[in-house]
């Protein structure tokens, strides 16, 4: 089955999975479906790598107990099912997993389980449809290559589920965004990269497909399989982040469930910090006063991006390279914090490039403006070359549901990041002379664009609005001339 049809059938089979678990009185919104469907995939997922560790491990042994295991109580389709089964989760599979034991010698791969359901539940009500929901989910094959990565395609679908305008800034980054600045970062096999606020995995996973291509020998794969990291702070997050890189082979997934800026930032170390770092973090969240004293004072601030910002600059290592999005707020805010910040960012780092991403590539879930941040820890900054992705012809007002941002609307940058004597109108350059003059604002235009924003006075918008009211009441005045002589 070629990979498109492989693909439809997944849709096919998602849809009637979601269906099912409409039906049920327990389950309440798109968070909870996505949350009751994410730990049973989880268990299926790492059941079919525990197939795998067998196969090649002789000494392996599951820390999940024989009656617990997907194959042993969810495989048979005739299995148990109704108030049988709805039991025999309750009270035996979430509280056997929950309890799990763990010392120091516990396998890696076993510490994911117990952690994964710390903050699980089952919501689901009718032993019944949960029957139909697990026999549903039988009909993918995580054994088989394609299943795995057909599915992946389906499972970003799924994710999009939960993004919502509103929730703290916090939306999952579009694959076109997380492959595009991976692209440029370019990382290395041996070097480190890291997300502090991962979510669901897609800067990893894009970082992954990306090195995949430099995988020439085994330990190549180990090498790339421990060179990344992530830190997210919500449960369902965290729990997709890891079934989306075991889905992508990624045995033992690095990814802790924390607070990111629960750490003084003056105690990282050399070894605490990265080669590369690609992130989109959550903005317009408040942080209080507990975590804002991690940071020394001039940094210290309530909006979660400016934290994350400084987070970034702590942790990267000399030579090490940046991509992050933020929003315009963050250009042109003029608070102390937001100030001191971009002070710090300019004179100890080389912000070289800033990328403004054309309204609605988030679409429908927020209509932001943002912006992508490359710099690294090479010199002070010299001059910010601007690079204004430009929307396509016949959309003036952003991106939308129906027309969404693609890969294609970024040939442009990518013509000109290697080439920037190009002639480009989307290109422009600031000096820092120009940055210190503006009081840091980085909120410079494209000056190509022939579009001068002028400010204008009450008195010059008043008079605007009347010339304008009185040409209105005149066509409606020749219309209605007109519409007379139609009826005599």
């Known amino acids: 089955m070629k990979k498109g049809?492989?693909?439809?059938?997944?849709?096919?089979?998602?849809?009637?999975?979601?269906?099912?678990?409409?039906?049920?009185?327990?389950?309440?919104?798109?968070?909870?479906?996505?949350?009751?469907?994410?730990?049973?995939?989880?268990l299926k997922v790492y059941d079919a790598k525990e197939a795998e560790w067998e196969l090649f491990e002789e000494d392996y042994e599951s820390i999940i107990p024989e009656e617990l295991r997907w194959r042993n109580w969810a495989e048979d389709e005739e299995g148990i099912t109704g108030d049988e089964l709805l039991e025999f989760v309750n009270e035996k599979l979430f509280k056997g997993l929950k309890d799990l034991t763990v010392d120091e010698n516990t396998d890696k791969r076993g510490l994911i389980v117990k952690s994964v359901f710390e903050d699980s539940y089952n919501y689901m009500k009718s032993g019944t449809l949960l029957r139909q929901l697990i026999n549903k989910l039988n009909e993918i094959d995580f054994d088989e290559y394609e299943d795995r990565h057909a599915f992946n395609d389906i499972y970003e679908n799924i994710l999009k589920d939960l993004q919502s305008a509103g929730n703290a800034g916090e939306y999952y980054t579009p694959r076109v965004l997380t492959d595009f600045i991976i692209e440029i970062l370019n990382p290395q096999i041996g070097e480190k990269?890291?997300?502090?606020?991962?979510?669901?995995?897609?800067?990893?996973?894009?970082?992954?497909?990306?090195?995949?291509?430099?995988?020439?020998?085994?330990?190549?794969?180990?090498?790339?399989?421990?060179?990344?990291?992530?830190?997210?702070?919500?449960?369902?997050?965290?729990?997709?982040?890891?079934?989306?890189?075991?889905?992508?082979?990624?045995?033992?997934?690095?990814?802790?469930?924390?607070?990111?800026?629960?750490?003084?930032?003056?105690?990282?170390?050399?070894?605490?910090?990265?080669?590369?770092?690609?992130?989109?973090?959550?903005?317009?969240?408040?942080?209080?006063?507990?975590?804002?004293?991690?940071?020394?004072?001039?940094f210290r601030s309530s909006e979660t991006a400016d934290l994350f910002m400084t987070?970034?600059?702590?942790?990267?290592?000399?030579?090490?390279?940046?991509?992050?999005?933020?929003?315009?707020?963050?250009?042109?805010?003029?608070?102390?914090?937001?100030?001191?910040?971009?002070?710090?960012?300019?004179?100890?780092?080389?912000l070289?490039?800033?990328?403004?991403?054309?309204?609605?590539?988030?679409?429908?879930?927020t209509s932001i403006a943002t912006n992508i941040l490359f710099f690294d820890n090479t010199k002070p900054t010299e001059k910010i070359d601007y690079y204004q992705v430009p929307l396509p012809e016949g959309l003036k007002n952003g991106f939308t549901k129906t027309r969404p941002f693609k890969p294609e609307h970024l040939k442009g940058v990518k013509k000109w990041w290697n080439n920037r004597d190009l002639e480009d109108e989307n290109a422009y350059s600031v000096t820092m002379e120009e940055v210190k003059k503006s009081g840091y604002n980085l909120d410079f235009k494209n000056p190509n664009?022939?579009?001068?924003?002028?400010?204008?006075?009450?008195?010059?918008?008043?008079?605007?609005?009347?010339?304008?009211?009185?040409?209105?009441?005149?066509?409606?005045?020749?219309?209605?001339?007109?519409?007379?002589?139609?009826?005599?």
């Open 193 to 298: 990269v890291a997300d502090f606020a991962c979510g669901t995995g897609g800067f990893l996973v894009s970082s992954l497909n990306h090195l995949e291509e430099q995988i020439k020998t085994v330990e190549d794969r180990k090498t790339v399989q421990a060179s990344l990291f992530g830190i997210e702070k919500k449960p369902l997050p965290h729990l997709l982040c890891m079934t989306n890189l075991m889905l992508h082979d990624v045995d033992t997934p690095n990814i802790l469930r924390d607070n990111p800026l629960s750490t003084n930032v003056r105690d990282y170390q050399e070894k605490d910090k990265y080669d590369v770092i690609a992130m989109n973090p959550p903005f317009g969240g408040v942080e209080e006063n507990g975590i804002q004293i991690n940071f020394p004072a001039e």
């Open 352 to 365: 070289h490039t800033i990328v403004r991403v054309p309204n609605g590539a988030f679409a429908p879930y």
């Open 449 to 488: 664009n022939g579009k001068e924003e002028k400010d204008y006075s009450l008195n010059e918008l008043l008079g605007t609005m009347d010339t304008k009211a009185k040409n209105i009441l005149s066509l409606i005045e020749k219309l209605s001339e007109a519409l007379e002589g139609v009826e005599e």
């Open 5 to 42: 049809d492989k693909s439809m059938t997944i849709t096919s089979l998602i849809k009637g999975v979601q269906d099912i678990m409409r039906q049920d009185a327990g389950v309440d919104g798109d968070a909870q479906r996505i949350s009751q469907l994410v730990w049973m995939l989880f």
């Open 311 to 350: 987070l970034i600059m702590y942790r990267l290592k000399e030579n090490g390279r940046v991509g992050v999005i933020l929003p315009d707020g963050f250009l042109f805010g003029n608070d102390n914090s937001k100030i001191a910040i971009k002070e710090k960012l300019l004179n100890e780092f080389n």
